[in-house]
């Protein structure tokens, strides 16, 4: 089965800019998409097909694929940015739909 | 406003079933295909399901396939996950979220807790 791989954890001093890579065979030809999972809330997407932001999220978070790897970077961490990071995909028959393991970004 | 409320949750035996209903507004329902995905607790994601705009097609993860179903009656707003043969594995937080673009979750409910034990 298709796998997203990503690195269990991440740490970011404020002000300073976070990196989380996300690894998958597909991604050459799959988009990426990365949602933020603050402690007891729902989910929300932060970034879709690969670099676009919703309306609404703010411009210190950014995406970009290059080949295997889709990366999301913070900028400017703040405090409140602490929280679980996840990518999205599908496999290249676009069925199986795949989230990575997740990366808990702490600041401090 | 998008919401989406989820509701049905509970405890479960082992074998049993059940079926998580997800009230949606604020949007024309029926113009989305929608999604159920779960969380295990202190867990990562996992996608459970999908349903096409009109119900016509569906897909499930490996893990649900052939044990739930997903349905939805776009009069009532609704969209509906039925859990049969359950199992410990699938105690966990179920969230009803919108599909943009068939693929990805871009509105997600709260979530409702489904616990599997004796």
């Known amino acids: 089965s298709y796998e997203l791989t990503q690195p269990p954890s991440v740490s970011v001093s404020p002000g300073q800019t976070a990196r989380i890579t996300c690894s998958g065979d597909?991604?050459?030809?799959?988009?990426a998409y990365w949602y933020q999972q603050k402690s007891g809330q729902a989910p929300e997407l932060l970034i879709f097909?690969?670099?676009k932001r919703p309306s609404g999220i703010p411009e210190r978070f950014s995406g970009s694929t290059s080949g295997t790897v889709a990366t999301l970077t913070i900028s400017e961490a703040h405090v409140d940015d602490e929280a679980d990071y996840y990518c999205f995909s599908t496999d290249t028959s676009g069925h199986q739909r795949v989230f990575g393991g997740g990366t808990r970004v702490t600041v401090l | 406003e998008v919401q989406l409320i989820e509701s049905g949750g509970g405890l479960v035996q082992p074998g049993g079933s059940l079926r998580l209903s997800c009230s949606a507004s604020?949007?024309?329902?029926?113009?989305?295909?929608m999604a159920w995905v779960r969380q295990a607790p202190g867990k990562g994601l996992e996608w459970v399901a999908n349903i096409r705009e009109d119900g016509s097609d569906t897909s499930f993860g490996d893990a649900v396939k052939g044990r739930f179903t997903i349905s939805r009656d776009n009069a009532k707003n609704s969209l509906y996950l039925q859990m049969s043969r359950l199992r410990a594995e699938d105690t966990a937080i179920y969230y009803c979220a919108r599909v943009k673009a068939a693929i990805h979750f871009d509105k997600w409910g709260q979530g409702i807790l489904v616990t599997v034990s004796p």
């Open positions: 604020g949007f024309v329902f029926g113009n989305y295909y």
């Open positions: 097909e690969d670099s």
């Open positions: 597909a991604l050459p030809t799959k988009f």
